[in-house]
C-alpha cells in the first residue's frame, strides 16, 4: 500500500537556507493532509495541517502546498534552523480526521 | 500544554503472552487511535475509537487485538496472544471533535516479543 510517498529519505540543509520536503499521494479522495515531525524515542509531533481546499497554509517558519492536479504537497521550512533536525511524515486522511495514512518519512539534517 | 501520555515506555513480554498498553488522552478530546511502528517502516493504523465504539479498524487489528476505554480517562490496548511480528512501537493519539483535526500523538509503547 502506497497511498502516500515521500521520495526522498533523507534532506540535508544549511542552517538559515530553505529546506523543502515533498510528499506525494495518490488517492485523489484524500481531504486533509497533514505533517509531522519525530524525534528519536518520541512520538510524532503535530506541525502544521492543510485542508483540500486550500492549496497554501502558513504558520510561521512552515508552509505547506498543496497541488491536487499533480496530487503532490510540501513542507517548506524557512530559514532551517538545527532544532528542526528530525524525521518528517506526510500523512493524509479520508473525511478530515479519520485514520491517518502516513508516508515513510524524510529525515531532514540542518547543518550549522 | 496539554499531551498524551502512554505507560510503560518499554514492555518485553514473551510470544503468547497477553499486554495491555496504556494511554491517557488529552482530557476534552473525543476520537482516539492507536498507531504502530515497525522499526524500519511506516507508522500504520490500527483502529479508531468514539462515542465508546470502535469507527474503524484497518487488516492489522484481527481478533487478537482490542481497545478499551475502562474510564473516563484512559484508553487501552490489548493484545491477547503476543507474537513475535508484534514487536513495534505502539502511538496512541486523540484528538478533539472540532477542526482543525490534527491527532496528537503520545511518546509511544516499545513492545518487544521474545
Known amino acids: 500500500d502506497q497511498q502516500v510517498k515521500q521520495n526522498s529519505p533523507s534532506l540535508s540543509v544549511q542552517e538559515g537556507r530553505i529546506s523543502i520536503l515533498n510528499c506525494d499521494y495518490t488517492n485523489s479522495m484524500f481531504d486533509y493532509f497533514l505533517w509531522y515531525k519525530k524525534y528519536p524515542a518520541e512520538g510524532p509531533t503535530f506541525l502544521i495541517s492543510i485542508s483540500s481546499i486550500k492549496d497554501k497554509n502558513e504558520d510561521g517558519r512552515f508552509t505547506v502546498f498543496l497541488n491536487k492536479s499533480a496530487k503532490h504537497l510540501s513542507l517548506h521550512i524557512v530559514p532551517s534552523q538545527p532544532g528542526d533536525s528530525a524525521v518528517y511524515f506526510c500523512?493524509?486522511?479520508?473525511?478530515?480526521?479519520?485514520?491517518?495514512?502516513f508516508g515513510g518519512g524524510t529525515r531532514l539534517m540542518v547543518k550549522p | 500544554e496539554p499531551e498524551v501520555t502512554q505507560t510503560p515506555s518499554h514492555q518485553v513480554t514473551q510470544m503468547g503472552q497477553e499486554v495491555i498498553l496504556r494511554c491517557v488522552p488529552i482530557s476534552n478530546h473525543l476520537y482516539f487511535y492507536w498507531y504502530r511502528q515497525i522499526l524500519g517502516q511506516k507508522v500504520e493504523f490500527l483502529v479508531s475509537f468514539y462515542n465508546n465504539e470502535i469507527s474503524e479498524k484497518s487488516e492489522i487489528f484481527d481478533d487478537q487485538f482490542s481497545v478499551e476505554r475502562p474510564d473516563g480517562s484512559n484508553f487501552t490496548l490489548k493484545i491477547r496472544s503476543t507474537k513475535l511480528e508484534d514487536s513495534a512501537m505502539y502511538f496512541c493519539?486523540?484528538?478533539?471533535?472540532?477542526?482543525?483535526?490534527?491527532?496528537?500523538f503520545g511518546p509511544g509503547t516499545r513492545l518487544t516479543v521474545t
Open positions: 493519539a486523540s484528538r478533539s471533535g472540532l477542526p482543525p483535526y490534527e491527532q496528537y
Open positions: 500523512a493524509a486522511t479520508l473525511n478530515a480526521g479519520n485514520m491517518l495514512t
